[in-house]
Structures are given as C-alpha cells and as structure tokens.
T-cell receptor, first 114, second 110 residues
C-alpha cells in the first residue's frame, strides 16, 4: 500500500515550458486535491476533485489545469510555466467528499521555474 | 471567501515549556483539522474536531473547538525537541474544500 505517490520529486523548468506533475493514490479515495506551499503562505488549494470526471477550482487555480479520468490519478498541468509558480506542490487525497475526512499527503514536488 | 487565520506565525520555546497555537475563521466551520509538518516533510493529519466546544487529547497535545465553531486551539504541554515543525489548522464550511491556515512554526531548544 503506497498511499499517495507524487512524481517527480524535483523539477527545474524554464519560463514558458509546460509539464505535468503526477499524482496517484491506491486507497480508492474519492477526493483528491492539489496544494502549493510557499514560505509564509501556508498551503493554498489549487484544484480539487470529488470523483472521476469531476474537478473544481480552489483558491489559486490560474495557470494550472487538472483532469480526473480515473479514481487513482489526478495530474496537475502547467501549460506555460512562470517564475511565480516556483513552489512546493503537494497532492492530497481523502476517502470521503469535500473536507469531511482527513487528508493523506504525498511527499511533494519541488518545482523551480527560471 | 472563507479564510482561516492562524497565530502566531513563529514560536520559539525552551524544552519543557508549553506551546499554544490559535486558529480563527471568519465563518462558522463544519469541522476543523490539525496537521503537523516536520522540516522537509509533508503534512500529516493529527486530529479532527466536529462538535461545538469539543476537546480532544493526544498525550501532551490538547485540541479545542470553540463554542461558535469559528476558532480552535492546539496546546502542547512540556514541549520536546520532537515537537519541532509547522502546525496547520484547516477548516471548511459544509460541502466546500478544506482551507488551510498559514501555520505556526515551532522551534524548541534543549
């Protein structure tokens, strides 16, 4: 039972490049979400999903796209990376729907955009 | 929109001293959760509070949820070096996603 797996752990991009951060969970969780963590800013919600085929925006969605084609996977796409997207990204999942159950976090992806 | 404010941002204590972090919301919360993040790690769930006035204990940690369900606190008795990290509260209104506070970073010197 791996829990929540994020790849890659580290990534360096140039401004304007695109990439996808991968997130997979093997706990059959309905709810999945993406947060970014910046110094002094806490964890800010980017996008979330309450089930396959359903996604919604969080607090800071601009510049990011998501999709949820399966229960297990919830990739986060940066279409044109900007230096302001330099951050640590965490994927999190929970068994129940929105905010009702505890979140299980992945180990994070540290992204630098030059 | 919903906001969750957390104070203080930083706290340094001597080992053995007590520590408290406070969480306040502008709206009534459906539930509040607390997480701990060790340096270089990811947030790990500590506890969830659901009922008005609820108090829960985990060894040296005491969690409270306010009567109006708009505030919460985490109190650590007799801190140890293993308590070092950032403590986050997270809350939501019914049917909305969890919103995190900015966290309180605790450092402990022996």
């Amino acid at each position: 039972n791996a829990g929540v797996t994020q790849t890659p752990k580290f990534q360096v991009l140039k401004t304007g490049q695109s990439m996808t951060l991968q997130c997979a969970q093997d706990m059959n969780h309905e709810y999945m979400s993406w947060y970014r963590q910046d110094p002094g800013m806490g964890l800010r919600l980017i996008h979330y999903s309450v089930g396959a085929g359903i996604t919604d925006q969080g607090e800071v969605p601009n510049g990011y796209n998501v999709s949820r084609s399966t229960t297990e996977d919830f990739p986060l796409r940066l279409l044109s990376a900007a230096p302001s997207q330099t951050s640590v990204y965490f994927c999190a999942s929970s068994y129940g729907g929105t905010g009702r159950e505890k979140l299980f976090f992945g180990s994070g992806t540290q992204l630098s955009v030059l | 929109g919903q906001q969750v404010m957390q104070i203080p941002q930083y706290q340094h204590v001597q080992e053995g001293e007590d520590f408290t972090t406070y969480c306040n919301s502008s709206t009534t919360l459906s539930n509040i959760q607390w997480y701990k993040q060790r340096p270089g790690g990811h947030p790990v769930f500590l506890i969830q509070l659901v009922k008005s006035g609820e108090v829960k204990k985990q060894k040296r940690l005491t969690f409270q949820f306010g009567e109006a369900k708009k505030n919460s606190s985490l109190h650590i008795t007799a801190t140890q070096t293993t308590d070092v990290g950032t403590y986050f509260c997270a809350g939501n209104q019914a049917g909305t996603a969890l919103i995190f506070g900015k966290g309180t970073t605790l450092s402990v010197s022996s």
